[in-house]
């Protein structure tokens, strides 16, 4: 791989989850300058699409026009308009257009990533969120975190936004937890140090949307993984066996790390909870209340408050369900399909939800169909050698980022500002037209 690709997927890894690894360093260095935000993100996309299209597979890779892409030109294609034409009573967010461009050439840009090039974008991305949590990790151990709404969540410097956190959190847990099952060398296992600082972010920041992605990531991962295991049974009792023992390591670490944590943390009273034990105790608090709610109970103010937005987005789809009603008639309706719904009718919400389901079916059938490779009579195809191919790896990278998407979606709405669903949406792409000739050479190989 030439070097301009290599810097290409290392410049989008760090994109994909590096706006959490920004605010935390800039607040380490006291520096916070909306400017500054913006050219950085500019210069991690435009970086990239100089190099990319002076890669004659890269660029040819971009330029390519599927389905998917043809419905997404069509929903920015609504966009555009309404955004020219607006209606009398709409109330555009500031730089919306900015936000808009930057985040979806961002999508057309991760797309075209080649084999070698997704690889190298995955660890990059690992890179960007472990440090990321560490830095969060010891800033809460020494009482230096920033804590917002009322000392309950975590948040990265002076972004005042818990949500980035538990999604970067997230994603560092289980990008490290991907990293050990498909590790190749046997120092594999400090990948499950290196995710443990995620898992405690995720949770102190009290993102409800994140901690739904890293159960349900994490429910498919160990489906994905299983499938491929029961085809061998000496394998899977190994696994079983290791899975065995990080269950043992995390439950030491739980009753282990908060004393330390409570010695570690200057001049604080010893009958006062640690903050670490604070946050962790409110985080899960957060969650418990969703468990209430399914069970038939009243939920939080956030939770009340979404369903009356909900309610109130939904009345605005009626009034015009087929055409909509404009580009930010409702607000941000905190859930992405229904905003679209309000915003551009049964049109627009093809052309945005069709290519979900689309994206969603193809990494079904792609994992499923090279997954039944697998033939343990077959050294070069064993479940071994397959788990620790790159292309397991990337699979497993896939999966978070599309459960990621789609929670986020959900849950925090606005596809024309929120730039993480929108990069992952473009990861989803670029996995499901790899190479079919270089995914099986690269199994056999490994």
Not at 51 to 73: C, H, M, N, P
Not at 301 to 326: C, D, H
Not at 415 to 426: D, E, T
Request: with cysteine; proline share 4%; hydrophobic share 50%.
């Amino acid at each position: 791989m030439k070097q301009k690709s290599k810097w290409a997927a290392i410049l989008l890894g760090v994109y994909a989850h590096g706006l959490t690894l920004y605010f935390t360093l800039t607040s380490l260095i006291g520096v916070s300058s909306s400017i500054l935000t913006g050219i950085f993100q500019v210069a991690l996309i435009s970086i990239p699409l100089i190099l990319i299209i002076t890669d004659k597979q890269s660029k040819r890779k971009l330029f390519r026009i599927g389905i998917v892409d043809a419905l997404y030109i069509a929903f920015v294609a609504m966009f555009v308009y309404d955004l020219i034409f607006p209606s009398p009573t709409a109330i555009f967010p500031a730089n919306l257009a900015i936000y808009f461009c930057v985040y979806w050439l961002a999508l057309t840009l991760i797309r075209s990533l080649t084999f070698n090039q997704f690889k190298v974008f995955c660890y990059a991305a690992n890179v960007a969120a472990s440090v990321t949590s560490l830095i969060l990790f010891v800033q809460v151990s020494t009482g230096s975190a920033a804590l917002v709404n009322n000392g309950e969540r975590l948040a990265a410097g002076a972004s005042s936004n818990p949500i980035l956190v538990g999604y970067t959190g997230a994603f560092a847990f289980l990008s490290s937890l991907i990293l050990w099952i498909t590790g190749k060398t046997s120092g594999k296992a400090i990948w499950l140090l290196v995710g443990v600082p995620g898992l405690f972010v995720c949770t102190l920041s009290g993102t409800r949307s994140a901690t739904l992605s890293m159960l349900a990531s994490g429910f498919l991962l160990g489906v994905y993984v299983l499938f491929i295991l029961l085809s061998s049974n000496k394998t899977s009792s190994r696994f079983f066996s290791n899975l065995t023992l990080v269950a043992g390591i995390f439950l030491f670490g739980l009753l282990t790390l908060d004393p330390v944590m409570a010695l570690m943390s200057p001049g604080k009273p010893s009958d006062k909870p640690s903050l670490i034990s604070t946050a962790i105790e409110k985080g899960i608090g957060r969650i418990d209340i969703l468990f209430r709610v399914a069970d038939g109970g009243s939920g939080d103010m956030s939770i009340q408050g979404r369903q009356a937005i909900y309610q109130q987005a939904w009345e605005t789809f009626l009034k015009n369900p087929v055409w909509g009603n404009g580009l930010y008639s409702s607000g941000s309706a905190h859930n992405a399909f229904l905003q679209v719904a309000t915003e551009f009718g049964m049109f627009g919400t093809l052309a945005f939800t069709l290519p979900l389901l689309y994206l969603a079916y193809q990494l079904f059938k792609t994992v499923v169909a090279n997954a039944m490779q697998i033939d343990p009579r077959k050294s070069f195809l064993g479940p071994q050698r397959f788990l620790r191919s790159d292309y397991a790896m990337m699979t497993g990278f896939s999966i978070v980022f599309f459960i990621q998407a789609l929670c986020m979606f959900s849950f925090h709405g606005d596809p024309y500002r929120s730039y993480l669903p929108v990069c992952s949406i473009g990861v989803i792409i670029a996995f499901v037209r790899l190479s079919k000739r270089e995914i099986r050479a690269n199994i056999s190989s490994s």
